[in-house]
């Protein structure tokens, strides 16, 4: 079965490897075909995080380069995701523009944290998501507050958002409270929470299987045990494909 992973962090050189243990092996991007092979995944789809630079405008541009060149080297297996700033709006505007003149539809996973603003629901971001969604995009977003989370979802009503990380049993149900409520949110698997027994059937009996879709974190997290951890769950055929690819097919086009 095809295996796409809607979430993960590529990197070009070992100094931008956001994975917190590392080794020899992990000098340069070849690691990571070789990694997602054993793991049996064979899409992956995100945004570089230049961890050497500050956060702020050349750190957007220089992940969405890096993003759109290493589509061109590997157009069959990665699916890039760009970044946005809502310090710098106009400079979005224009990297999702680029980005969509190219046949990009994901912008993401985002993370305020990570991009030096405070969240998703202030004016600058909406205006730059509002744009990104008229052009028919999906954004893939890091778990921040209930609030922020639920503001987005309210202002953005026809963008497909996907947040990522069910986390502990009480973010779990904050999030399938927020599925119910809002038609446009999804979720991924990444990061904590798969590794609760049941976990993903008990997200398909409340939310169904279409808003579902897998992702792993990589390099942050082990891609093999996010792939086990979905085929150990007890789930009909159907479920599983739609989990696996064709929801994410679905959210990008494919």
Same mark, same amino acid.
């Given at each position: 079965? #095809?295996?796409?992973?809607?979430?993960?962090?590529?990197?070009?050189? &070992?100094? /931008? %490897?956001? +994975?917190?243990? +590392?080794?020899?092996? /992990?000098?340069? *991007? $070849?690691?990571?075909?070789?990694?997602?092979? $054993?793991? &049996?995944?064979?899409?992956?789809?995100?945004?570089?995080?230049? #961890?050497?630079? +500050?956060?702020?405008?050349?750190?957007?541009?220089?992940? =969405?380069?890096?993003?759109?060149?290493?589509?061109?080297?590997?157009?069959? $297996?990665?699916?890039?995701?760009?970044?946005?700033?809502?310090?710098?709006?106009?400079? !979005? *505007?224009?990297?999702?523009?680029?980005?969509?003149?190219?046949?990009?539809?994901?912008?993401?996973?985002?993370?305020?944290? $990570?991009?030096?603003?405070?969240?998703?629901?202030?004016?600058?971001?909406?205006?730059?998501?509002? @744009?990104?969604? !008229?052009?028919?995009?999906?954004? !893939?977003?890091?778990?921040?507050?209930?609030?922020?989370? %639920?503001?987005?979802?309210?202002?953005?009503?026809?963008?497909?958002?996907?947040?990522?990380?069910? %986390?502990? @049993?009480?973010?779990?149900?904050?999030?399938?409270?927020?599925?119910?409520? @809002?038609? =446009?949110?999804?979720? /991924?698997?990444?990061?904590?929470?798969?590794? #609760?027994?049941?976990?993903? #059937?008990?997200?398909?009996?409340?939310?169904?299987?279409?808003?579902?879709?897998?992702?792993?974190?990589?390099?942050?997290?082990?891609?093999?045990?996010?792939? !086990? &951890?979905?085929?150990?769950? +007890?789930?009909? /055929?159907?479920?599983?494909?739609?989990?696996?690819?064709?929801?994410?097919?679905?959210?990008?086009?494919?």
């Amino acid at each position: 079965m #095809r295996i796409i992973d809607f979430h993960t962090h590529p990197f070009i050189t &070992g100094e /931008d %490897n956001i +994975k917190r243990f +590392k080794e020899a092996e /992990d000098n340069d *991007c $070849r690691i990571i075909w070789e990694d997602m092979d $054993r793991a &049996g995944i064979d899409v992956i789809c995100g945004v570089f995080l230049p #961890r050497t630079m +500050k956060p702020g405008l050349e750190a957007m541009l220089v992940a =969405n380069s890096q993003a759109l060149q290493f589509h061109k080297e590997n157009p069959e $297996r990665y699916i890039p995701g760009i970044q946005i700033n809502p310090n710098f709006i106009k400079e !979005s *505007c224009e990297e999702v523009e680029k980005a969509h003149a190219e046949g990009v539809t994901l912008i993401g996973e985002i993370n305020p944290v $990570r991009m030096g603003y405070e969240k998703y629901s202030e004016k600058g971001c909406v205006e730059i998501l509002e @744009y990104a969604a !008229s052009l028919g995009m999906t954004v !893939s977003c890091h778990s921040t507050t209930d609030g922020d989370m %639920n503001a987005l979802a309210e202002a953005l009503p026809h963008m497909p958002i996907v947040n990522a990380h069910p %986390n502990e @049993y009480a973010a779990l149900e904050a999030h399938i409270r927020r599925m119910k409520k @809002y038609e =446009n949110v999804h979720l /991924d698997l990444s990061g904590t929470g798969l590794f #609760r027994w049941g976990l993903l #059937r008990h997200l398909i009996n409340e939310v169904g299987k279409d808003r579902i879709v897998f992702g792993t974190d990589y390099p942050v997290c082990n891609p093999a045990m996010y792939v !086990s &951890g979905v085929w150990y769950e +007890k789930l009909t /055929d159907d479920e599983y494909e739609a989990v696996f690819h064709k929801n994410a097919e679905r959210l990008l086009g494919l």
